[in-house]
């Protein structure tokens, strides 16, 4: 009888690490700088939401554009008004898959590089993309960590010709989130 529900038991406990394959934060970070050396421009948001499908590989983020957090209230209303019309286009979303999903093995601890690829949207222009990252595995939780490299003019962000020697034409973006289980 013993043997029986301890069989039953691992049954059960396999069934649910399956069942278990969607990750999630609303906590995760993203880190730009689009700064020329002459003025520091650099944002922080820390309330990126994000889900990972583990079996499928299927990966989305959104955030709040005015969440990003400036060292200058100034710059700060300046990113919002004139360069991101945050009003009008309110978030950043990125749709995807991490194509060598097959390669990450959750239910071992360890460190294992991805490659993501979809769909980036800024400032109302939609762009595929393609970057590498990884995915850190431990227990029941996932971090995750990404840079990559946008360009503004991809996103029709226009640089006034006044901050032109302040404001970089691209942006090195960082991502680092920690996903839980999805319940």
């Given at each position: 009888m013993k043997k029986l529900i301890?069989?039953?038991?691992?049954?059960?406990a396999v069934n649910f690490a399956e069942a278990q394959t969607k990750f999630y934060t609303k906590s995760g970070l993203a880190w730009f700088d689009a700064g020329t050396g002459a003025e520091d421009i650099t944002g922080t948001n820390k309330a990126v939401t994000s889900v990972i499908e583990t079996?499928?590989?299927?990966?989305?983020?959104?955030?709040?554009?005015?969440g990003f957090e400036f060292w200058s209230q100034l710059l700060q209303d300046h990113f919002n008004e004139n360069y991101m019309e945050s009003d009008k286009?309110?978030?950043?979303?990125?749709?995807?898959?991490?194509?060598?999903i097959d390669k990450v093995i959750f239910t071992k601890d360890g460190t294992y590089p991805v490659t993501v690829k979809g769909t980036l949207e800024i400032h109302g222009v939609k762009n595929e993309v393609e970057t590498k990252g990884n995915l850190k595995v431990k227990g029941e939780t996932i971090d995750a960590t990404s840079e990559?490299?946008?360009?503004?003019?991809?996103?029709?962000?226009?640089?006034?010709?006044?901050?032109?020697?302040?404001?970089?034409?691209t942006a090195k973006v960082k991502i680092n989130c920690t996903y839980t289980i999805l319940k």
């Open positions: 301890l069989i039953t038991m691992v049954i059960m079996s499928t590989g299927q990966i989305q983020f959104s955030m709040l554009i005015k286009f309110p978030k950043a979303i990125f749709k995807g898959n991490i194509t060598n990559f490299i946008v360009v503004l003019d991809d996103y029709k962000i226009a640089i006034p010709g006044v901050v032109k020697d302040k404001l970089s034409k």
